[in-house]
């Protein structure tokens, strides 16, 4: 089954600066590839996602890569913010899109003041 | 904030009884899907239902069982309850098109096994 794993699992920064997490992914048939953000006590909630057929997608602050080659994906923030701080999960589905989300282990952004 | 919405809130249960946790999914979604996420944890894919029946599982054995009713609303039930089966069990509904996997998650409802 597919596998993701997802790096680092903690990460602080300061405010204004870049934060960037990476996944890996082990099904080649994946092909979308979501990321969330889950505030203390919150649901996780869909920030940006990209599917197989681009390698690139941005939304405002937020960017995610894909190399299909590599089987990595990453999301990037720029300019953070104190609000940017909580757990992001990356994950991917199972080839076929059958709904099924394999999610990484999370990473706890902290962006400091 | 998305449209799923999750009953009870919290649950506190003793091992050995069983539980029933509710999903009412977001208008236009006819898709629901059940995680289960532990503390510290990622979400883990439990099963999806589509018109109503289950249309993929995860590694979850056979006392943890759902239904999906005509308006896509549906129910979690796990049965023999243990103490590892605390967590939060999130709930994610999205439409099922053609291209979309896109699933939006419901507040979770945090069980407690005593």
């Known amino acids: 089954g597919e596998n993701v794993e997802q790096h680092p699992s903690t990460l602080s920064v300061q405010e204004g600066d870049s934060a960037v997490i990476k996944c890996t992914y082990s099904?080649?048939?994946?092909?979308?590839f979501p990321w969330y953000k889950q505030e203390l006590g919150k649901r996780p909630q869909l920030i940006i996602d990209?599917?197989?057929?681009?390698g690139e997608k941005k939304d405002q602050r937020i960017a995610v890569t894909l190399n299909k080659t590599a089987k990595h994906f990453s999301l990037h923030i720029t300019e953070t913010q104190p609000e940017d701080s909580a757990v992001y999960f990356c994950?991917?589905?199972?080839?076929?899109?059958?709904?099924?989300?394999?999610f990484g282990k999370g990473t706890l952004l902290t962006v400091n003041p | 904030e998305t449209g799923v919405t999750q009953s009870p809130t919290h649950l506190i249960k003793t091992r050995g009884q069983q539980v029933t946790l509710r999903c009412s999914s977001q208008?236009?979604?006819?898709?629901v899907s059940w995680y289960q996420q532990a503390l510290g944890q990622g979400p883990q894919f439990i099963f999806q239902?589509?018109?109503?029946?289950?249309?993929g599982r995860g590694n979850f054995p056979p006392r943890f069982s759902g239904l999906q009713f005509p308006n896509y609303s549906s129910e979690l039930n796990v049965n023999a309850l243990e103490l590892d089966d605390s967590a939060l069990y999130l709930c994610?509904?999205?439409?099922?098109?053609?291209?979309?996997?896109?699933?939006?998650f419901g507040p979770g409802t945090r069980l407690t096994v005593l």
């Open positions: 994950a991917a589905n199972s080839g076929g899109s059958n709904y099924k989300l394999t």
């Open positions: 099904d080649s048939a994946s092909n979308y």
């Open positions: 994610a509904s999205g439409p099922r098109l053609a291209g979309t996997d896109t699933q939006y």
């Open positions: 239902y589509y018109r109503e029946e289950e249309n």
């Open positions: 208008s236009g979604h006819n898709t």
């Open positions: 990209i599917r197989s057929n681009v």
